[in-house]
């Protein structure tokens, strides 16, 4: 018998969620593997109260946002649809004027929030959790609740603001000029544009640079990435080095994790391993940050597909397509920044605030080890937060971890639906919905099996056009080590954190994804073909084969061994 939920009022029940909508779909983006306890409470409130809070803030003509379910550690989603005609021309006018800050005022709508997130995060991150009693130990934990609850109302506020406008614009596109999203053309014109999660890429370059001129290239090439922080500290130029890195993982990137959608693993500033990874990773391809020089080529292409386009626009519909255009174009650079500012960084002091209480809790005998905390949800917190000696959680915790292992082995489906409920009737409904996060980030287009092609696995298009190379199955991001120069990322999905590879890959093959998601995203930006929602690749592709990507036509072919 279960002690409690894992999202108490939000668990996946069969009975009356199918009456409810009669097809769910697995958010396999981020709830695979299956989510711990803690975070699918923290992903599963907030991510659903965030869309919905979003979805009315601006006015969204056809659907208000998402439900959520957890289920065996996977977050299920339903459309919450505008089913009215009138209400749909109401919010279509609402619509309108709620998205003129977007085009208007993009980087100061983007940049308050940027600056409110900040000051929450300086606040949050003020305690120190060694010397705290329980009780600030227990009100740093409900400020990072509530931080994460404006997080989400954020993050969906300026999702759909700018995610929007890219399928309205599509939606023009495809009527006008008879192009969607992955068309070249339409892929050039919203292309080329810098984000914050890059920099910090080619920082991680500049220090590959630092350590060749400081005559530290044989120490990151010869010692194993574990060993490196260790083997700095041994030398003046290696501490040196160290504190500069230190001041960058402090001001720039030390609140990345490895996994976005996680509070299991620990971030950068834990264990610094991956950022040394990443300068090891550049100090073996060698050359300039390839991404400046990629850019300058995507910019022109840019300006130019911009310049045609616009002259085959009618006078009357100029206007209208300009300004989606203008807000489209900041969906890649957005995607990005919002996964640095908004996902890792609060992410990172949920785990922060657990693994405060976590060490404290197993010292006073709650649970056995730090990271159990990861396998209770907040009420529990509540429960034994200000008095932890007094209470034995350890049984609760087996329990929750023994489920979680089961569901890691058995799966979750890509989605429940009613009894005589196609795919293709639920796919009507995404489309229908026009919802650009179900349609460009979550769920995606499906693919289109063309026997004529006689693939191995059919995708759709994220980045055009076709490569060959020896496919790299990456299941964990410490394995990001093992690509070489010129292989096939073969992977479930991609992270910011995996973007680095990118500059030594040829292609990129992915379970899951969308237009705008990741690795579609920073596949455009470098210029090589990504094939997503292939569903079997990490399944069906073994690493060392050769294979080959047609993009254009989503298509993938294993060559041999």
């Not at 907030?46 to 003509?61: D, I, K, V």
């Not at 009693?133 to 931080?147: A, H, K, M, P, S």
């Not at 994460?148 to 700018?162: L, N, V």
Request: hydrophobic share 35%; aromatic share 10%; charged share 30%.
């Amino acid at each position: 018998m279960k002690v409690y939920d894992v999202v108490p009022g939000l668990e996946f029940n069969e009975e009356y969620d199918l009456q409810q909508s009669p097809a769910w779909f697995l958010d396999a983006t981020h709830s695979v593997p299956p989510w711990t306890p803690m975070f699918g409470w923290f992903w599963v409130n907030f991510c659903r109260h965030g869309m919905q809070y979003g979805a009315e803030t601006l006015s969204l003509p056809t659907v208000k946002g998402w439900d959520w379910r957890f289920k065996d550690g996977g977050g299920y989603l339903c459309l919450l649809l505008v089913d009215s005609d009138k209400e749909k021309e109401e919010r279509q006018k609402k619509f309108r004027e709620a998205i003129r800050p977007f085009v208007d005022n993009y980087d100061g709508l983007w940049g308050g929030y940027v600056k409110e997130m900040l000051k929450r995060y300086d606040q949050v991150k003020a305690l120190n959790l060694d010397t705290a009693t329980n009780i600030q130990l227990l009100e740093n934990f409900e400020e990072v609740v509530d931080t994460c609850r404006r997080m989400w109302e954020i993050h969906m506020h300026m999702m759909y603001g700018t995610y929007t406008p890219y399928v309205l614009f599509e939606q023009l596109c495809k009527q006008m000029l008879n192009i969607d999203d992955t068309h070249p053309t339409f892929q050039k014109m919203v292309s080329g544009f810098d984000n914050e999660s890059f920099r910090v890429d080619r920082r991680l370059w500049e220090f590959s640079k630092k350590a060749r001129e400081m005559g530290l290239q044989g120490l990151f090439m010869e010692t194993p990435a574990k060993q490196i922080k260790a083997k700095l500290e041994t030398s003046d130029k290696g501490k040196t080095f160290l504190k500069e890195f230190d001041q960058f993982l402090d001001k720039e990137a030390g609140w990345r994790m490895e996994r976005m959608a996680e509070i299991n693993v620990p971030t950068w500033q834990e264990d610094p391993t991956p950022g040394f990874e990443t300068i090891k990773l550049y100090l073996k391809k060698g050359g300039d940050f390839d991404l400046d020089e990629d850019r300058k080529k995507a910019e022109r292409e840019r300006k130019q597909a911009e310049k045609e386009v616009l002259a085959k626009v009618t006078p009357e519909q100029k206007g209208w397509f300009s300004m989606l255009l203008k807000v489209a174009q900041n969906c890649s650079r957005f995607s990005e920044e919002h996964n640095h500012y908004l996902d890792l960084y609060t992410h990172a002091l949920i785990r922060r605030s657990c693994m405060g209480l976590g060490k404290r809790w197993a010292k006073a005998g709650t649970i056995n080890q730090p990271e159990d905390i990861f396998f209770l949800i907040p009420d529990e917190v509540r429960k034994a937060g200000i008095n932890p000696d007094k209470f034995n959680l350890k049984p609760l915790v087996e329990r929750r971890k023994k489920e979680w292992q089961e569901w890691a082995q058995r799966g979750n489906p890509p989605a429940i639906m009613k009894e005589g409920f196609t795919l293709d009737q639920a796919m009507g409904g995404l489309v229908q919905s026009m919802d650009p996060i179900a349609l460009k980030v979550v769920v995606g287009s499906m693919p289109v099996v063309r026997t004529e092609l006689k693939a191995d696995l059919y995708g759709t298009c994220g980045s055009p056009g076709v490569a060959e190379g020896i496919a790299r199955v990456i299941s964990r991001d410490e394995d990001l080590p093992q690509i070489q120069k010129g292989d096939i990322l073969v992977s479930a999905s991609t992270s910011p954190a995996w973007t680095p590879v990118f500059s030594l890959i040829n292609g990129v093959v992915v379970d899951r994804g969308a237009s705008l998601s990741h690795a579609a995203i920073v596949g455009r930006e470098y210029g090589i073909p990504v094939v997503m929602n292939v569903f079997e690749g990490t399944t069906k592709i073994k690493s060392g084969q050769k294979i080959r990507v047609d993009a254009n036509m989503g298509a993938v072919y294993i060559l041999g061994k």
